[in-house]
């Protein structure tokens, strides 16, 4: 079964762009698209989409108020926020209206097809980008609030207790907010291996998603944050 997409953007030529590289993926299918948030509920209504492609900024009603109406009145749905954005403000902002995913429109054919398939699963998909800039925001507070906390944290310790070293330099490069390509070509591999790394990665790890793995290694002081 094929996962349906509503894709909501004002830019005709960049709704076209996202439709022509799902096309080569048999798996998905754009069952409707709309140019303005204001579309986004009577479409889910009438198309039932699994994942919902959600511009950020729209003239009417823009993404944030679009997903917050979708997810009141649909809890089920899932959202991914598509903008210009990667700062941590406009990131949490759509994040609590329940959006499950936030990407930057300047990511590639992979991590959009990426995206699509961890959401429609359930999980959670930040863009590399943004989970850099999310995770040295936390670091900063952290440190911020709480010193003793940032000296437990101190200095930069692999977990080779969990990990192989081939698994914690992957780790390193998720948290400097490399893609899959970026981490493929730091360490003269293939992306296939990539993406094994990260699935024994998240298993090890014990968490959904990469993001949470970020998360899990700054909180333990596994990865160093620059």
Known sequence: MSTGILLIDDHKLFREGVKRIL???????????????????????KFNPDVVLMDINMPTTNGVQATADLI???PDINVII?????????VTHALKTGAQGYLLKEMDADSLIDAIKVVS??????????????VKEYRRLS?????SISS?????RRPLHLLTRRECEVLQLLADGKSNRGVAEALYISEKT????????????NVNDRTQAVVTAI???WVEVL
Request: charged share 30%.
């Open 152 to 156: 437990k944290i101190g200095e930069h």
């Open 194 to 205: 990539v993406k094994n790394h990260v699935s024994n990665i998240l298993q090890k790890m």
């Open 82 to 90: 598509l903008s210009i954005h990667d700062d941590e403000n406009y």
């Open 23 to 45: 096309e080569f993926e048999p798996a998905f299918q754009v069952v409707a698209e709309g140019d303005d948030g204001s579309e986004a509920l009577d479409l889910v209504e």
């Open 219 to 221: 909180r333990n002081g």
């Open 121 to 134: 699963e359930g999980g959670s998909y930040l863009h590399p980008k943004v989970t850099h800039n999310l």
């Open 143 to 147: 440190e911020e609030s709480n010193s």
């Open 72 to 74: 009141k009145h649909r």
